[in-house]
């Protein structure tokens, strides 16, 4: 079941995976000892990549 929150209130970790949609990230995450053993909490949050400026913008009043 996926929810919009209530969220897991204490950051043990993090785990970064690469995945092409919501069902492969979800069926990743059932394999998590975290998840299959313990039942804890697990966020998913999506990473939104940020390319690097080309250039550096000139200060104000320069």
């Known amino acids: 079941m996926a929810t919009d929150g209530p969220y897991a209130e204490i ?3 993090f785990y970064l ?3 092409g ?3 492969e990230v979800q069926g990743l995450a ?3 000892p ?3 053993d313990t039942h ?3 966020e998913i949050r999506p990473m939104v990549e940020h390319g ?3 250039s550096v913008p000139p ?3 320069s």
Do not use: H, K, M, Q
């Open 11 to 13: 950051l043990g970790g």
């Open 17 to 19: 995976i690469e995945a």
């Open 21 to 23: 949609d919501l069902d």
């Open 30 to 32: 059932a394999l998590l």
């Open 34 to 36: 975290e998840v299959r």
């Open 40 to 42: 804890s909490a697990v």
């Open 52 to 54: 690097l400026p080309t």
């Open 59 to 61: 200060a104000p009043g």
